[in-house]
């Protein structure tokens, strides 16, 4: 009975402790910081209404990540993205954006992701100093003054410092890509009565774009 | 009366030309400035294809600035067309007095 109670808690507990290392010659966590010397860091999103169809984009990101490739899992940080920063080609519908009706900017000068780990980190590719991997990046989405927890698929690249990467930025190179959707109501924005369903689609789609030079980490 | 004939084609032109306008550059609802470019090349360093979007100057008009502007000329248009339509009439009916 004691036997089949520790191997039962053996199983359920396996994915929990399981570690995914990065296969590359690293030691010590790293410190990724995103910086656009090394890729445009940048949001893009779309909306799709049965009246009206716009794209956007959001360029004003910063952020940090931890990463440990020991263990991958145990990946954290944040990444914020400027509210004022969002462009849709229309100056008016940009002011519209950044209203109290809106997203708020005053009040919420900032989208966040608070990154708290990664799940299902699977190696996809990996050739000479270079590795790709899949995973799940599970945080709290922090937009319109409401935070929600969400689960994320990134893919990220991880590039050793070269001779080619140094031109764009000292250290090693990591870049991270996903896309996801956003539901509106789920933050609260309700927009002009009418507006969302008809001319802003009720979820928005993002794809998101981040790019950053990892140094050796001094934080745990 | 010919002032009244001017105003009522000339207003006349104003509204179909902003409404074609209108049509010819995609009918939006509002007036944009800027087109979204997206540069696409091959990325050596981490073998994806990078994106690289900018805003470049864009003009197209939008309902916002071409519905007011086609209104007010063609409720010019209609008044030159009545105030001219009355001035013949009042004319005619002052030949044949």
Redesign the interface.
Do not use: A
């Given at each position: 009975m004691f036997i089949v109670g520790v191997m039962l808690v053996l199983i359920v507990s396996a994915p929990l402790l399981a570690q995914t290392a990065l296969p590359l010659p690293l030691k010590g966590a790293r410190t990724v910081v995103l910086n656009n010397a090394v890729?445009?860091n940048?949001c893009?999103f779309i909306s799709s209404a049965p009246?009206?169809e716009f794209?956007g984009?959001a360029?004003g990101i910063e952020g940090s990540f931890v990463l440990d490739p020991q263990n991958l899992e145990a990946t954290h940080g944040r990444i914020r993205v400027a509210v004022a920063s969002m462009?849709t080609?229309?100056?008016?519908?940009d002011e519209h954006l950044r209203s109290p009706e809106w997203l708020d900017a005053e009040r919420y000068p900032h989208i966040e992701f608070d990154l708290q780990e990664l799940r299902q980190v699977r190696i996809t590719?990996r050739?000479a100093g270079?590795v790709?991997l899949q995973a799940v990046a599970v945080g709290d989405f922090f937009l319109h003054g409401v935070r929600k927890r969400m689960e994320l698929p990134i893919t990220l690249?991880y590039?050793l410092e070269s001779e080619?990467?140094r031109q764009?930025a000292p250290g090693d190179?990591v870049?991270v890509?996903s896309e996801f959707t956003i539901s509106l109501r789920d933050f609260n924005i309700r927009g002009r009565q009418g507006v969302i369903g008809s001319?802003v689609g009720e979820s928005i789609r993002v794809k998101a774009?981040f790019y950053g030079a990892a140094t050796v980490s001094n934080k745990p | 009366m010919r002032g009244w004939k001017l105003l009522q084609w000339a207003a006349a032109f104003i509204a179909v030309t902003v409404l074609l306008v209108w049509a010819l550059q995609g009918m939006h609802i509002f007036t944009k400035q800027y087109r979204k470019v997206v540069h696409r090349e091959g990325d050596p360093v981490f073998g994806t294809v990078r994106e690289r979007v900018e805003w470049q100057p864009d003009f197209r008009l939008g309902l916002d600035i071409a519905g007011p502007v086609a209104l007010v000329a063609g409720a010019a248009a209609v008044l030159g067309w009545w105030r001219a339509r009355r001035m013949l009439a009042r004319r005619m009916s002052h030949n044949h007095g």
């Open positions: 890729g445009q940048l893009q009246l009206e794209e984009t360029d462009r080609g229309i100056v008016r519908r590719e050739s270079r790709v690249t590039v080619q990467t764009r190179l870049q890509q001319r774009s | -």
